[in-house]
């Protein structure tokens, strides 16, 4: 069985679900540490001219876990994200069909950022048809354990044999701790795929999953696992 652990991210990029994709179990990390304008609530909207970044203010204290932040005055704030979604993508060919069930989840009533992030990827998984089961390790039993550790310990409580990091875990993770745990670790090697983006001639890589679901539709997601 193989397992894959990221931060429940804010409109996650492409790379994100193709790591999902491969997965068995797919763990939202929700009980580490969060970090500020980082992924977790931040994320880029292709625009006629370029990128512009789509945020959500928070409040958080230092230390705090991603499952106890909130969204600053969340009712205004999600109402000015999702605005900043439909200028940018309400004439893309795909909108009408998937925008209904997102505005759904924007406007549900959430103060919750992990909340929020976690159903819009579950709902993005479910358009994408992903066979892939998706857990909160706040769901799961408490760890006490941080960083490669903590990775070794979630994938095991998921029952998986086999772990996919993301290309540059390479760089930071604990490969001799990896070999003594009797678990297999694999890299994604994800290669951006191009696409046809209705508001912008000049390809705009790595923006959020809804550009490639507002513009490919039901080929998203043989978009998404293709390598050119």
């Known amino acids: 069985m193989i397992c894959s652990v990221h931060q429940p991210n804010y409109l996650p990029y492409l790379g994100f679900f193709e790591k999902a994709n491969q997965s068995d179990v797919f763990i939202l990390y929700d009980t580490t540490q969060f970090k500020k304008n980082d992924w977790q ?28 932040v909130k969204i600053k005055d969340a009712a205004r704030s999600l109402e000015k994200n999702w605005r900043s979604i439909q200028v ?30 976690c159903r819009i990827i579950i709902q993005v998984a479910e358009f994408l048809r992903l066979k892939t089961k998706f857990v909160k390790s706040s769901d799961l039993p408490a760890i006490e354990t941080s960083s490669t550790q903590a990775l070794i ?18 760089n930071y993770l604990d490969m001799d701790l990896w070999k003594s745990s009797g678990l297999n670790i694999e890299f ?14 000049v390809f705009q890589p790595y923006m959020n999953i809804l550009d ?17």
Do not use: M
């Open 41 to 68: 609530n931040r994320n880029k909207l292709c625009t006629k001219d370029s990128w512009q970044w789509i945020s959500l203010p928070v409040l958080h204290d230092f230390g705090q876990k991603i499952f106890e």
């Open 88 to 117: 940018n993508y309400g004439r893309a060919p795909y909108y009408r069909d998937y925008s209904p069930e997102f505005e759904k989840i924007f406007f549900s009533g959430t103060e919750n950022l992990s909340e929020l992030n």
């Open 153 to 170: 310990d979630l994938t095991k409580l998921a029952g998986a044999d086999t772990y996919i990091s993301g290309g540059e875990g390479i």
């Open 188 to 201: 994604q090697n994800y290669l951006h795929p191009v696409y046809t983006q209705f508001n912008n001639p």
């Open 212 to 228: 490639l679901l507002f513009n490919c539709g039901d080929r998203s997601l043989e978009i998404l696992v293709s390598k050119t």
